[in-house]
């Protein structure tokens, strides 16, 4: 399976999620103004600060080139994660509900998180299993998931709530302890926390691999 | 610094725009300037 990483100008964890990737199959890096997705099988949209994000978070990458294509690519049963500033943008592009608002606490935090699985049946997740617990890292400013309460109540009915933050947990006062979500189909998913920041024990925890294991897991 | 009696202190985005149909910028708000979804926006001109 190959894996294109988006980089756009401000992007900051394309490198991480590059080699990452490269640990479980092939990956290369897309330009936020490529026409076409190079023929990747699934697309990482990694974290960073997308053309400085002054004026909204996520607010202006969806509207460079490469992005038509995500979406087009998304809404067909392309793999698509976003993480961190690229789940801010999923949000911003309407792949995915909801969106980012500033930490409760107003500053920014950088520390592992403790995550529970909910859904281990999203081809991000298919490596993990329900109930799972996974050590990653999290940092951010802007990263208190939100969507109205009706919102909520139907990513929960429908299983899109894929990871939540553990009991104590939750820095960032996320609604209803919510770190990762996907869409309805489960092709796209978000997360603040990086898995990209934890594939290898020497740093602390390998548990962020799953992920990009779960989607190599998916035939091309 | 001894100043009394402030309240609702409010720091929000102020975005100037030179346009010569104004009547373009609520769409401006809802498709870009603004997400309606978590932010209130006021037009003046």
Same mark, same amino acid.
């Given at each position: 399976?190959?894996?294109?990483?988006?980089?756009?100008?401000?992007?900051c964890d394309d490198v991480d999620a590059l080699l990452?990737?490269?640990?479980?199959?092939?990956?290369?890096?897309?330009?936020?103004?490529?026409?076409?997705?190079?023929?990747?099988?699934?697309?990482?949209?990694?974290?960073?600060?997308?053309?400085?994000?002054?004026?909204?978070?996520?607010?202006?990458?969806?509207?460079?080139?490469?992005?038509?294509?995500?979406?087009?690519?998304?809404?067909?049963?392309?793999?698509?994660?976003?993480?961190?500033?690229?789940?801010?943008?999923?949000?911003?592009?309407?792949?995915?509900?909801?969106?980012?608002?500033?930490?409760?606490?107003?500053?920014?935090?950088?520390?592992?998180?403790?995550?529970?699985?909910?859904?281990?049946?999203?081809?991000?997740?298919?490596?993990?299993?329900?109930?799972?617990?996974?050590?990653?890292?999290?940092?951010?400013?802007?990263?208190?998931?939100?969507?109205?309460?009706?919102?909520?109540?139907?990513?929960?009915?429908?299983?899109?709530?894929?990871?939540?933050?553990?009991?104590?947990?939750?820095?960032?006062?996320?609604?209803?302890?919510?770190?990762?979500?996907?869409?309805?189909?489960?092709?796209?998913?978000?997360?603040?926390?990086?898995?990209?920041?934890?594939?290898?024990?020497?740093?602390?925890?390998?548990?962020?691999?799953?992920?990009?294991?779960?989607?190599?897991?998916?035939?091309? | 610094?001894?100043?009394?009696?402030? $309240?609702?202190?409010?720091?929000?985005?102020?975005v100037e725009l030179d346009v010569p149909d104004a009547? =373009?910028?609520? $769409?401006?708000?809802?498709q870009l300037l603004a997400n309606p979804l978590i932010?209130?926006?006021?037009? =003046?001109?």
């Amino acid at each position: 399976l190959k894996f294109g990483i988006v980089r756009f100008p401000g992007t900051c964890d394309d490198v991480d999620a590059l080699l990452a990737a490269r640990r479980v199959g092939e990956a290369e890096l897309l330009w936020h103004g490529d026409a076409d997705l190079h023929g990747v099988d699934a697309v990482i949209i990694p974290g960073g600060f997308s053309y400085g994000d002054y004026l909204r978070v996520g607010a202006i990458a969806r509207f460079a080139p490469v992005m038509a294509e995500v979406e087009r690519f998304a809404r067909h049963g392309g793999l698509v994660l976003g993480i961190c500033n690229g789940f801010q943008v999923l949000c911003e592009a309407g792949l995915l509900s909801g969106a980012l608002l500033p930490n409760t606490s107003l500053r920014f935090t950088c520390r592992q998180v403790g995550l529970d699985v909910v859904n281990a049946s999203t081809p991000w997740t298919g490596a993990c299993s329900v109930g799972e617990s996974l050590s990653i890292p999290a940092k951010h400013t802007t990263g208190r998931y939100w969507a109205p309460d009706p919102v909520l109540d139907e990513l929960e009915a429908n299983g899109q709530i894929v990871l939540r933050y553990k009991a104590g947990e939750n820095f960032n006062g996320s609604s209803r302890d919510i770190a990762g979500v996907s869409n309805k189909a489960g092709n796209v998913v978000g997360l603040m926390p990086h898995p990209e920041h934890a594939v290898d024990a020497l740093t602390g925890s390998a548990d962020g691999l799953k992920l990009f294991e779960s989607a190599a897991r998916v035939p091309a | 610094l001894g100043f009394d009696g402030v $309240a609702n202190v409010h720091v929000g985005r102020l975005v100037e725009l030179d346009v010569p149909d104004a009547s =373009q910028v609520a $769409a401006m708000c809802e498709q870009l300037l603004a997400n309606p979804l978590i932010e209130d926006y006021e037009i =003046q001109s």
